[in-house]
């Protein structure tokens, strides 16, 4: 039985990976100016080492260039960033053994939202040059975990109960000092692209872009993947992990440490995309089981594909004009958790 629900595992894997460079071949080339998925292919194949040379050149330079400079980088990067997401969920769900968590209950998104905006409206992080608004937010989020990180503590422990509360209560300061930073806006396009980029998006991607928050994900992801059997003892409640042989403590402060560095690099590059952290564990779990050793990886896949195909409705519902992926997260996300929802309680 168990074999076969290894095999089961391993089929939905593979179809999910068929699933995603599909995606990628798809998606790559909807938008203004649209190119065909087998010109797409070929340019992407023309790519590859020791394949390019196979494939003739039957392509415009304009389709190469809007495929190879402008689109690919962002559809790499919704990968990315919905994998990191939805893989963030699962981390946070486990260590709070709570399933309404997502990626940003930790104040994680308020903290880098105020930084963010703070660099946008003031200039305040001008001196970090082109990449000064991924780097503000960036610290941004880290000086609110490491204060939630701080103030949960219990004893030398980290208090769960008092973890929530925390960032809880730091999330509802850093919300307060946005407002008064946008309040305080001193002209009306800062204003609009703060709003914009507090809301996520995907417009700025660039190749850049994608090195560090694919290096971030490989690494946690790999560092979960070890543990997962932590993970599905800690569901179980702190005593019971500890009984059989968990050490509780480290596992905590390693899920912090995982959570809050692949939240904040993805808030960095992307802003903040609410509910794919919230509503793709869920799925995934009516799909695997509670194991994360299948949760994990079909999560980390479902949630990059998600992003990329509400990234391609985002940049297309009101063309040449975009909306922001967060608000198209939430406005489609939100039907489909509640009737995940009711279909689980029927």
Same mark, same amino acid.
């Given at each position: 039985m168990s074999k076969h629900k290894r095999?089961?595992?391993?089929?939905?894997?593979?179809v999910l990976i068929i699933c995603a460079v599909v995606t990628v071949i798809i998606a790559v080339g909807?938008?203004?100016?649209?190119?065909?998925?087998?010109?797409?292919?070929?340019?992407?194949?023309?790519?590859?080492?020791?394949?390019?040379s196979v494939i003739p050149q039957t392509w415009e330079q304009l389709d190469y260039n809007i495929i190879i400079g402008l689109r690919l980088p962002r559809v790499l990067l919704g990968l990315i960033v919905g994998a990191s997401l939805a893989v963030t969920g699962v981390t946070m769900q486990a260590l709070v053994r709570n399933k309404l968590a997502d990626p940003f209950i930790l104040g994680v998104s308020s903290g880098a939202s105020a930084f963010a905006t703070l660099g946008m409206l003031f200039g305040v992080f001008s001196f970090l040059g082109q990449y000064s608004l991924s780097l503000s937010a960036f610290i941004g989020s880290a000086v609110t975990i490491i204060f939630v990180y701080i103030i949960s503590r219990t004893n030398g422990r980290i208090n769960i109960p008092q973890l929530l509360l925390s960032g809880v209560a730091v999330s509802?300061?850093?919300?307060?000092?946005?407002?008064?930073?946008?309040?305080?806006?001193?002209n009306a396009l800062g204003l609009h692209n703060?709003?914009?980029?507090?809301?996520?998006?995907?417009?700025?991607?660039?190749?850049?872009?994608?090195?560090?928050?694919?290096?971030?994900?490989?690494?946690?992801?790999?560092?979960?993947?070890?543990?997962? @059997?932590?993970?599905? $003892? #800690?569901? =179980?409640?702190?005593?019971?992990?500890?009984?059989?042989? /968990?050490?509780?403590? @480290?596992?905590?402060? $390693? #899920?912090? =440490?995982?959570?809050?560095?692949?939240?904040?690099?993805? /808030?960095?590059?992307?802003?903040?995309i609410g509910f794919v952290g919230l509503m793709v564990p869920h799925f995934t779990r009516l799909i695997t089981g509670g194991d994360?050793?299948?949760?994990?990886?079909?999560?980390?896949?479902?949630?990059?594909?998600?992003?990329?195909?509400?990234d391609v409705l985002a940049r297309m519902v009101i063309a040449p004009e975009e909306l922001p992926v967060g608000i198209l997260t939430a406005v489609i996300g939100g039907p489909i958790f509640i009737w995940m929802l009711r279909r689980k309680q029927r």
């Open positions: 095999l089961n595992t391993k089929i939905l894997i593979t909807l938008g203004p100016v649209s190119v065909s998925p087998i010109t797409t292919a070929k340019i992407l194949i023309s790519r590859i080492p020791f394949l390019g509802m300061i850093m919300d307060g000092v946005t407002n008064i930073i946008t309040l305080s806006a001193p703060a709003a914009f980029w507090m809301s996520g998006s995907l417009a700025g991607a660039k190749w850049d872009y994608l090195t560090l928050p694919l290096a971030v994900l490989a690494v946690c992801m790999v560092v979960l993947m070890i543990n997962y @059997r932590g993970l599905n $003892l #800690l569901v =179980l409640g702190d005593e019971s992990a500890g009984t059989l042989g /968990i050490n509780v403590g @480290r596992l905590q402060k $390693l #899920l912090i =440490l995982v959570a809050s560095l692949m939240s904040g690099v993805t /808030i960095a590059i992307s802003g903040s994360h050793r299948k949760v994990l990886p079909v999560s980390a896949l479902l949630g990059g594909i998600l992003v990329v195909w509400v």
